[in-house]
């Protein structure tokens, strides 16, 4: 038995969850997302109380059951509370802007970047060198974190670049001329 998948999923009162068939939609106050279960789990709610489980001890069915229970307890968790990711750019002269739905960066390099802000996802900038991506689908706020850091990773020579909020950079010595 998969110890994720045997967990129960408790849904918050603001929280809706509808199964038809082989589709999940959970809808809160932050939004509403859906996700289609895969042949092999199944899902049936109880009162405040949703359990994922499978049909048999085949290998690809047991791999699914956890899977499925932990996507959909994040859809919860994103509706009534939501994700972010928090990345900070390091460098002289290297800055963010916001422009309607473009993200602007300033990377040292002979142009500008402007990056495409998807639907669903909000970035703040408190600072200029600190920016917060946020929104409600878990996959989509690590997706656009992740693209926005590949603009210009960390290198390890002097730390520049874009890098997540606590990520550790290993510094490497440069070459001596002896």
Same mark, same amino acid.
Do not use: C, W
């Given at each position: 038995?998969?110890?994720? #998948? $045997?967990?129960?999923?408790? +849904? !918050?009162?603001? /929280? %809706?969850?509808?199964?038809? @068939?082989?589709?999940?939609? &959970?809808?809160?106050?932050? #939004? $509403?997302?859906?996700?289609? +279960? !895969?042949?092999? /789990? %199944?899902?049936?709610?109880? @009162?405040?109380?949703?359990? &994922? ?126």
């Amino acid at each position: 038995m998969s110890r994720v #998948g $045997k967990q129960l999923i408790i +849904i !918050p009162a603001q /929280v %809706k969850v509808d199964i038809d @068939k082989e589709v999940v939609s &959970v809808s809160g106050p932050k #939004g $509403k997302l859906g996700f289609s +279960i !895969p042949y092999g /789990v %199944k899902a049936e709610l109880k @009162k405040n109380q949703l359990i &994922v489980t499978r049909i048999s001890d085949i290998k690809d069915h047991r791999m699914k059951h956890g899977l499925v229970r932990a996507l959909i307890n994040n859809m919860v968790i994103g509706v009534t509370e939501g994700f972010s990711k928090d990345l900070e750019i390091q460098g002289v002269g290297f800055k963010a802007q916001l422009n309607a739905k473009k993200l602007v960066l300033n990377l040292g390099f002979s142009h500008v970047i402007e990056y495409d802000i998807p639907d669903g996802i909000t970035i703040e900038l408190p600072k200029p060198t600190q920016i917060i991506v946020s929104g409600i689908d878990k996959q989509l706020v690590g997706q656009v974190a992740a693209e926005i850091r590949a603009f210009y990773k960390p290198e390890p020579y002097k730390g520049k670049g874009i890098r997540y909020v606590g990520e550790y950079v290993r510094k490497k010595a440069g070459k001596t001329v002896a």
